[in-house]
């Protein structure tokens, strides 16, 4: 079974994180190297976020992507290695002031500020497990005192910027503006490996106008080539997470020769996606109309259906499928128009683009006063996801009998809304390759990179490395290709060009 999304707009993001020891070497370049934090079920992903912070966290990622309002030598490019945590954390040191006062930071490639908690937080419980910042043991340091916050799902990071120097490295970023956070929302930081965040998004997402470090790092002469690259080691039986270069890339990191896009839109290292492929059996999919590695549901639904990772049984969906699946294939026969299918039956409006929830309230025509009834928002989007799997079915040729019976399959199969899937352990070898079509290049994923194993032997649980995210139109649908994906790619993010690279890595 194959399945094609055309025109999906992707967005690259990543959670990787920083090193500690530094290491001199022969080829001109400063690599810190680091250590492996071993294995443990009972702290993935940062000691397993509780549903509250889960569903945060996953808030707080669909709010970001809506939108707000040959190696140099040791002076021009630089390396630092990150730390893997449990596959899903990469992390490790920068410093900030003089002397440099160390923590572990987050580069992100979704977000454009750098934040750390600061001695002033004093009523988050986050704050007393992390490093934190103190301008008076700083010689550098230069107050600055403007307000900020950083919204993360049901909380918001916030604090107030200063500016002080920023150690990456072997390098030395001068006078960079940074957020000493004085607040910090629930247990997702506080359980985090991380103190703070380091973006390395485009400086129009930037909170505060703040420049980011990256910025610095070109305006301040500190890198040659203006891109850095990240290498993910995948491999948890080794001690190196992996590193980032500076101002590069690494001939060591990758084989052959990277396939490069245009970022479309700046601000996040966004950039078009063509087909999306479950196995090998390429079928068109019109519009899906709906927005680890993240995706409309719609898709993410059937590749959980075709690897068998448990999902959550839709009532509203299954309800779908019941009263309207035999009205949807009789339009979808008829040629009718596939987004606006949902609207003509009664389940969605239609804004001209997309179909869009009607809510649990009346809808009333104001134009000539007439209600549409009650409708529940939760049928929307389950009507949308049922006329994309059965146009999928109908162009395979396959009987109204066989199209019911996948549907209601799918339905079994919609994605945890918690983010987390399981899968059987002893199925690997029966799943099949996911591949993203970039720049006309697909790019396969094989059961061993997007399954999770954490644990060993009897008690080893397996995690889907696929999960739901919804972003709606004009911004979505969007793909987030996370390290799940980077593990397997070398990734360079080219500032100069406006372009991003993948090629295998080494």
Known sequence: MGTTVKGVVLLLFISSLLCSVVLASNDGLVRIGLKKMKLDPNNRLAAQL????????????????????DLGDSEETDIVALKNYMDAQYYGEIGIGTPPQKFTVIFDTGSSNLWVPSTKCYFSVACFFHSKYKASESSTYKKNGKSASIQYGTGAISGFFSND??????????????IEATKEPGVTFM??????????????????????????????????????????????????GGEIVFGGVDPNHYKGKHTYVPITQKGYWQFDMGDVLIGDKPTAIADSGTSLLAGPTTVITMINQAIGASGVASQE??????QYGQTIIDLLVSQAEP?????????CAFDGSHGVSMGIENVVDESNGKSSGILHSAMCPACEMAVVWMQNQLMENQTQDRILDYANQLCDRVPNPMGESTVDCGSLSSMPTIS???????FELTPEEYILKVGEGAEAQCISGFTALDVPPPRGPLWILGDVFMGRYHTVFDFGKLRVGFAEAA
Do not use: H
């Open 50 to 69: 509780d549903s509250k912070d889960r569903e945060a966290l996953r808030a707080s990622i669909a709010r970001k992507y809506r939108f707000r309002n």
């Open 165 to 178: 120097n920023v150690k990456v490295g072997n390098l030395v970023v001068k006078d960079q503006e940074f």
């Open 191 to 240: 359980a985090a490996k991380f103190d703070g965040i380091l973006g390395l998004g485009f400086k129009e997402i930037s909170v505060g106008d703040a420049v980011p470090v990256w910025y610095n790092m070109v305006e301040q002469g500190l890198i040659k080539d203006q891109e850095f690259s990240f290498w993910l080691n995948r491999n948890v039986g080794e001690e190196m």
């Open 317 to 322: 969906c299954k309800a779908v499928v019941q």
């Open 339 to 347: 987004m606006k299918i949902c609207s003509q039956i009664g389940l």
């Open 436 to 442: 993203f079509t970039i720049g006309g290049k697909a």
